[in-house]
């Protein structure tokens, strides 16, 4: 594990922190990310996805379920040692497509994502000066990439982003005694509809909230801003939050 985020992923968090490794150089079989995204040779995007969507069994050509379902493992490596670093830190890694390398497991699934340096200490910078660079010139060209292979809706894509982002501040914002730095954070990414320069912010996204039958009404779900359509992989249902789920269908 990388020393700058050790302290931060200590026993049962250490594997998010290991999921970003840093050296000198990328390893032999890492693929560069501008690789993987592609141009206007399409990458190799295409044949990854179709490859993890056979390991989930899919049949046919309707990629979007496991494309959804491979970008949560994508984003489950890539934003916990990033958002920690960013916010706990402030610290911008070096995260735009083209400074980092993945590693997939033989089923394509993402494990590991690789720096050659560790970028630098920016204390008390805007939150986009930290975020922007992955959030425009990473996550952007993916998602875009990712939509014209399969036509996966880019408002699912942003709203997976935005889901473990709302669990990693959760975490950071106990860990750190509500820092306000942290809070400000989440703020900026998460609940303001517009950015810093007016633009429309993809990871704001209404969340309904309900209280589950027969319980009292405090007790109340935060559903997810889109469903991730994992209820269309084989062998699976509607997670827990998904708000198109019948049991969390509004009330007529």
């Not at 379920?65 to 916010?87: C, E, I, K, Q």
Request: with cysteine.
């Amino acid at each position: 594990m990388m020393p700058l985020l050790a302290p931060l992923f200590q026993g049962d968090w250490a594997a998010y922190g290991e999921a970003l490794a840093c050296a000198p150089c990328w390893p032999a079989d890492a693929l560069p990310v501008t690789r993987l995204i592609g141009g206007d040779d399409g990458g190799l995007l295409p044949d990854v996805l179709r490859r993890h969507a056979a390991y989930l069994g899919v049949r046919g050509g309707d990629l979007r379920a496991a494309a959804s379902s491979w970008s949560l493992d994508y984003l489950g490596v890539l934003l916990p040692p990033a958002a920690a670093a960013a916010s706990l830190l402030q610290h911008r890694l070096p995260l735009c497509a083209d400074e980092m390398a993945i590693s997939l497991d033989r089923h394509c699934t993402p494990v590991r994502f690789h720096i050659v340096h560790e970028g630098g200490a920016l204390p008390g910078s805007p939150t986009a000066t930290r975020y922007g660079p992955m959030l425009n010139h990473h996550l952007a060209p993916l998602f875009d990439a990712i939509h014209r292979h399969t036509r996966l809706p880019h408002k699912i894509l942003w709203a997976n982003a935005a889901r473990h982002l709302d669990a990693i501040f959760a975490q950071a914002l106990a860990l750190s005694g509500n820092a306000a730095p942290v809070a400000m954070d989440r703020e900026m990414l998460l609940r303001r509809p517009f950015d810093a320069a007016g633009r429309a912010n993809p990871l704001h996204g209404r969340q309904r909230r309900i209280a589950p039958a027969g319980l009292a009404t405090e007790a109340v779900a935060v559903l997810h801003r889109e469903c991730c359509l994992m209820y269309r992989l084989p062998e699976q249902s509607w997670c827990g939050a998904c708000p198109l789920a019948p049991h969390h269908a509004p009330a007529a």
